[in-house]
């Protein structure tokens, strides 16, 4: 066990040298030491408790055509789909029923008028239907202002819109610089969040090839220097389909390394912004079977079990073997519990279990 490991992770404040000497970690015993820290800071600050966000995810039509994702516009082996507002409702009723008290609606970007008034619409109807009791979280890409207001005015308060990388080489590179597709646009958009009144959530890729550990400390910065209130992040994964998936189909970051710096990120995110919320994410499971109970211990507090029927679950394959596809969404529940309660953790069912961070503004 390395002093200059402990010494670091008995501070309050941390350097950015700090934040990288501890993303260097490589060895088991001090990462078991940053883990049981991370811990700590999360039961001091958010405790130990967990809270779910019913995920559905409502099409995987897509404008854009990010290089690593699986339902990417140009991938035309995908099967699109999008579901109906009457098997949206189902999946909403369900998640009300069983008391998770959130619902994050997830999909491929669309700016086009009928698609932002169906979610405007949409979420009116969840809000009547629960009698303002859903937390209505979206995941639906770049929009302008004003979409973001009227979505905003309609009854969602919280948004996840990931940065994925803030390396302007590497962004570049996972984007194609057609749909104004630039990081300042990206950036922006976190912007407008902030400014309409959003708990604004982002994250990014880890274990990029070409990723350096400063890479990744700069990301937990931008957090930090962009007050978000909400994190999200996990693995790459390759999709064999994608333009990533070809060019680093050799080159891709070992399994084991990616599943070290997820959770070294989870962790470092915790012990330095303390309380906001943190994702342990589907990605993290898809390389690890253990990757939740390891994210939660490592200081993540929020589950995102789906609830996405189960006949468009395989049609949204943003990478190659994601998880739980086949799983029913009792199924997905009954694991989720147990992966819980193994490592001792509350499940809060019935309080939106909003970013502390937010409120302690
Ligand atoms: N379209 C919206 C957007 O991009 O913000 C929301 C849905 S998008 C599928 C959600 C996230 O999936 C992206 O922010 C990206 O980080 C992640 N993702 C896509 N492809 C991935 C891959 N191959 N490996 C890991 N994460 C991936
Ligand atoms: Fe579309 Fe989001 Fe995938 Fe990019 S990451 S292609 S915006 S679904």
């Known amino acids: 066990m390395s002093e200059k490991i402990k010494n670091i992770l008995s501070q309050e404040n941390f350097s950015k040298e700090d934040l990288l000497e501890l993303m260097k970690i490589d060895n088991s015993e001090d990462l078991d030491l940053l883990f049981k820290k991370a811990y700590e800071i999360k039961a ?34 995908v099967e699109r789909f999008s579901m109906s507002k009457a098997e949206i409702m189902e999946a ?12 994050a609606l997830q999909s491929g970007e669309r700016q086009d008028e009928e698609f932002v008034s169906f979610i405007e619409d949409l979420i009116r109807e969840i809000k009547i239907f629960s009698n303002g009791k859903l937390g209505i979280t979206l995941s639906l890409g770049e929009q302008s202002k004003e979409t973001y207001r009227r979505w905003f005015e309609a009854g ?3 948004y996840l819109l990931r940065i994925e990388s803030t390396n302007l080489d590497i962004y570049n590179h996972l984007h194609p610089m057609d749909n104004k597709h630039t990081f300042e646009v990206r950036k922006k958009c976190l912007e407008y969040l902030r400014e309409i009144g959003y708990q604004v959530g982002t994250g990014v890729m880890i274990g ?21 209130d909400m994190i999200g992040m996990g693995p790459y994964i390759l999709h064999k389909d994608t333009p990533l998936g070809k060019e680093w189909e050799n080159s891709v970051v070992s399994v084991e390394k990616r599943v070290e710096l997820g959770l070294k990120m989870i962790a470092i995110t915790r012990i330095f912004l303390k309380d906001v919320n943190i994702a342990a994410t589907t990605a993290l499971q898809g390389l690890d079977p ?3 109970e390891k994210g939660l211990l490592a200081g993540a507090n929020i589950l995102m079990p789906t609830a996405t029927a189960l006949e468009h679950k395989g049609k949204y394959l943003l990478y190659d073997n994601k998880p739980g596809i086949n799983d029913s969404v009792e199924k997905a529940k009954e694991i989720m519990d147990s992966n819980v309660k193994a490592i001792g953790d509350e499940i809060v069912y019935g309080e939106w279990g909003d970013s502390l961070h937010f409120k302690n503004k």
């Open 156 to 158: 969602a308060h919280r």
């Open 208 to 228: 990029l090839p070409n990723q350096t550990e400063e890479d990744l400390v700069n990301d937990i910065l931008f957090y930090k220097d962009m007050n978000i």
């Open 290 to 292: 253990q990757g939740r």
């Open 44 to 77: 001091k600050y958010v405790g130990r408790k967990v809270y779910y966000r019913g995920l559905i995810e409502i099409s995987n039509k897509c404008i854009k055509n990010c290089k690593y994702c699986g339902i990417r516009r140009d991938n035309h082996n």
């Open 92 to 103: 909403v009723k369900w998640i009300y029923e069983n008391n998770y008290a959130s619902i």
